[in-house]
């Protein structure tokens, strides 16, 4: 059983960045598929962004293609979020997650269903 925990939450203007990190525990870390979603007040979980297992694939949602990046490192344990050119609809509670089925390199859009082991969530607060 994998356990998350994330970090690198905060508050920032409009058009600058912040650096998310989801730290792992467990020793199967770099078998899996890892994924970021968000939930803002009032809104359903939306999905953000996947990173295979060996980083070598990655998905993004379209509201944030090109302006964020994932990636990870499997000998820290950890799955990264770097997140350029904030807008004020960022703001939410990003969580990570595993991906259990990946689903998306079959052509299939992430789903909250299809992820587990989801951290508690951080923060971000984008300000106009």
């Known amino acids: 059983q994998v356990q998350l925990g994330e970090s690198g939450g905060g508050l920032v203007q409009a058009g600058g960045s912040l650096r998310l990190s989801c730290a792992a525990s467990?020793?199967?870390?770099?078998?899996?598929?890892m994924g970021w979603f968000r939930q803002a007040p009032g809104k359903e979980r939306e999905f953000v962004a996947t990173?295979?297992?060996?980083?070598?694939?990655?998905y993004y949602a379209d509201s944030v293609k090109g302006r964020f990046t994932i990636s990870r490192d499997n000998a820290k344990n950890t799955v990264y979020l770097q997140m350029n050119s904030l807008k004020p609809e960022d703001t939410a509670v990003y969580y990570c997650?595993?991906?259990?089925?990946?689903?998306?390199?079959?052509?299939?859009?992430?789903?909250?269903?299809?992820?587990?082991?989801w951290g508690q969530g951080t923060q971000v607060t984008v300000s106009s």
């Open positions: 997650a595993v991906d259990r089925l990946v689903r998306w390199l079959s052509g299939y859009k992430p789903r909250p269903a299809d992820f587990g082991s």
């Open positions: 467990g020793r199967t870390f770099s078998s899996y598929a």
């Open positions: 990173i295979s297992w060996n980083g070598g694939s990655t």
